[in-house]
């Protein structure tokens, strides 16, 4: 059996990429055969940090493909050929997300701290339920924010009301993040440990998410 885990938003900007690849690199550290689908055509965010990661020759290695459908993707899925596949969505603009999403194990949304994110992330959220995905197979992560002890309790409290599980910690907005991504490197592969290991405790606690549904089917 294939484990899928998509990350998708209800706008571009706010960090899919940067939580897809972290995925990717930890299980493929792990042994795990590792498909990442970069389902944007339009921007490659994915495939392009690729191209800088097997420029520089960075391990773990894994297969990253430009996927044009959700067709393909589920191909790949049903091909049982990976352990893990990760969907790097593009922005919640068509059906596909939705469509990813119902076929994935887990669907991960970032957001940041501020109102205006938050919202857009439930409202992102609401809609991917109302369109038949199970509220439990969602999942929100803050990533690309201020270390801000008390904004964070405060998004946590807003989120607490809603239904869907929220990942434990957050990924500051930090350059040394940023510059790892510039070299392929992902953010757990960050040299400074501080940012890696707020990095490295969310992308556990997606990890610890995922096997918890997998593991009840």
């Keep these: 059996m294939t484990i899928s885990i998509a990350f998708a938003s209800g706008k571009g900007g706010v960090t899919k990429s940067t939580l897809a690849r972290a995925v990717a690199v930890s299980y493929a550290k792990s042994n795990w055969k590792v498909l990442a689908g970069d389902l944007d055509i339009g921007q490659g965010t994915f495939v392009n940090w690729n191209r800088r990661r097997m420029s520089a020759e960075i391990e773990p290695v894994f297969d990253v493909l430009s996927l044009g459908t959700v067709t393909q993707l589920k191909k790949h899925l049903d091909s049982e050929q990976y352990d893990l596949a990760i969907a790097d969505c593009a922005a919640f603009a068509s059906k596909s997300t939705i469509e990813i999403a119902n076929l994935c194990d887990l669907t991960v949304i970032p957001t940041s701290f501020s109102l205006d994110d938050l919202e857009s992330t439930v409202n992102t959220a609401n ?88 593991s009840e089917e």
């Design 127 to 214: 809609s991917l339920v109302r369109s038949g995905v199970p509220a439990q197979k969602l999942a929100i992560a803050f990533s690309g924010v201020s270390e801000n002890e008390s904004d964070y309790e405060a998004a946590r409290g807003y989120l607490a009301k809603t239904p869907y599980t929220v990942i434990d910690g957050f990924i500051p907005r930090k350059p040394a993040l940023s510059k790892a991504q510039d070299g392929g490197r992902s953010i757990i592969e960050c040299p400074y440990a501080a940012p890696r290991q707020r990095a490295e405790h969310v992308i556990q606690g997606i990890i610890n998410r995922i096997e918890e549904l997998t």
